[in-house]
């Protein structure tokens, strides 16, 4: 359905519009704000529950300028992720539209106008985060239709720079009066600029003013001795909001792909950023099983993979997790086949030991982790690790183990032949990736002994 009129016959809101056709286009020889300031008077005429300051309009004009040349073959996909991060951001009874080529109009329903503007400028915050790399505060703008004195409809430009300045000065009054949709940005609007999919958590499960965190977890090269590569994982209160769910929760199932989407968006463009920095490391970005198995959202997931920089791909590799025992060899193939064209390797994570190595490797799967559980006592843990490291290299992938805690563990994961290790031994979690270091396993038990020493009381 696109929304040709934002009100019914009793002049209310309609339920939200798919946005999968673009309305009418400003007719030519007409300015995009001109056309807007009419479109915006239709609107507002139109309905009894609209009000001026509600009516927004963006656009994708920069986004489309920095892509140049390739913006003819990766346009559409573009206006799919914008369309996802909208109906994720905006409440059930807010409208909005493709108007044009690369324009959006957007009618909110309970928002006041700053905080309405404000989440609109996040909307374009985080694609530009997403898909260049970069976000500059003081270029990404929101048009917001409001009433001249003589009655008329005129625009307000704002700039999402002067929004988040405002936005930390903010009286808790004021912000408390903002939608639901809009409260997890506002707060968090300095710090946390590349968040737009997860949905709220609920107060009863983590801190409410906690959002939810991709981290940078190193990994050990043990032929090599070097920690140059870096796995996405979860922080703590994300982990547990989503083991406290029931597996079988659909609701659960959309949060891991919202997970998902989150950690590849994070991931590229922190890479990206840096990259353009002439800083280089091996990344992994996981991926859970159920993303890939359901045909609409691995659509939506291959979409997001297609606007990867070519230029990132050989340092990139997948892990799939969440894989069910004895999943087919054709199913497991086409994941693999579908995730190659974009990074060097598909790797897949274990949380049990036993797995169906043989169709991992007949699938194209290069290693096969085993994530530990710390909560298991060491003999325990000592026993799986020796028992999984061969299994892979039988069949000419690769074995690796995440989790690693002691001295001993790290020692018998090498003896069992891992060839990369992580863990609170090798590094904590960090927020961005940190410079290749060469290092021998000394070096690596005494920065633990070091780190352990600093994060005591009497440290």
């Not at 009793?10 to 946005?19: A, L, M, N, R, S």
């Amino acid at each position: 359905m696109v929304m040709n009129h934002p009100s019914g016959p009793d002049g209310t809101i309609p339920e939200q519009d798919d946005g999968a056709t673009p309305s009418a286009p400003p007719t030519p020889g007409q300015s995009i704000d001109e056309s807007f300031k009419e479109r915006a008077r239709q609107i507002l005429a139109h309905s009894q529950t609209v009000t001026a300051g509600s009516v927004h309009l963006i656009g994708l004009d920069e986004i489309r300028q920095e892509l140049g040349d390739r913006w003819g073959s990766v346009n559409e996909r573009v206006h799919v992720y914008t369309e996802r991060m909208l109906k994720k951001v905006l409440s059930p009874r807010d409208v909005w539209f493709r108007y044009g080529e690369n324009h959006y109009i957007i009618v909110f329903s309970q928002a006041d106008r700053k905080s309405a503007q404000l989440t609109c400028s996040k909307v374009m915050e985080s694609l530009h985060q997403a898909l260049l790399g970069h976000a500059d505060t003081r270029r990404i703008t929101v048009k917001t239709a409001v009433v001249d004195v003589g009655g008329g409809v005129a625009l307000d430009t704002a700039r999402l720079a002067d929004l988040l300045k405002d936005a930390v000065h903010k009286p808790e009054a004021v912000v408390a009066t903002s939608p639901p949709p809009a409260e997890g940005a506002v707060p968090a609007a300095a710090a946390e600029a590349r968040r737009p999919h997860w949905t709220e958590m609920p107060a009863d499960t983590v801190t409410p003013q906690h959002r939810p965190k991709v981290l940078f977890r190193p990994v050990f090269d043990v032929k090599h001795k070097v920690v140059s590569t870096y796995c996405c994982r979860t922080d703590a209160d994300t982990a547990r909001y989503l083991n406290l769910m029931d597996s079988f929760d659909p609701e659960r199932e959309e949060a891991v792909f919202d997970l998902d989407m989150e950690t590849l968006s994070l991931a590229v463009s922190t890479y990206n950023e840096l990259y353009a920095n002439k800083f280089r490391y091996a990344q992994t970005i996981p991926v859970h099983f159920g993303t890939l198995a359901s045909s609409r959202r691995r659509r939506e997931y291959i979409q997001a993979c297609r606007m990867i920089p070519r230029v990132l791909m050989p340092f990139l590799a997948f892990e799939l997790d969440g894989l069910p025992a004895g999943v087919p060899y054709g199913r497991l193939a086409e994941i693999v086949a579908m995730l190659r064209p974009f990074a060097r390797a598909a790797m897949v994570i274990l949380h049990e030991d036993a797995g169906d190595l043989s169709v991992y490797a007949t699938a194209g799967v290069k290693g096969v982790g085993l994530r530990l559980d710390g909560r298991e006592d060491e003999p325990h843990i000592l026993e799986r690790v020796q028992a999984f490291c061969p299994g892979p290299r039988k069949f000419g992938m690769f074995a690796y183990v995440d989790g690693v805690r002691t001295p001993v563990e790290l020692e018998a994961a090498e003896a069992a032949g891992a060839v990369y290790l992580s863990g609170p031994i090798i590094g904590e979690d960090s927020e961005v990736p940190e410079h290749m270091k060469r290092c021998t396993e000394r070096q690596l038990l005494q920065r633990s002994r070091r780190r352990h020493h600093h994060d005591t009381p009497w440290g």
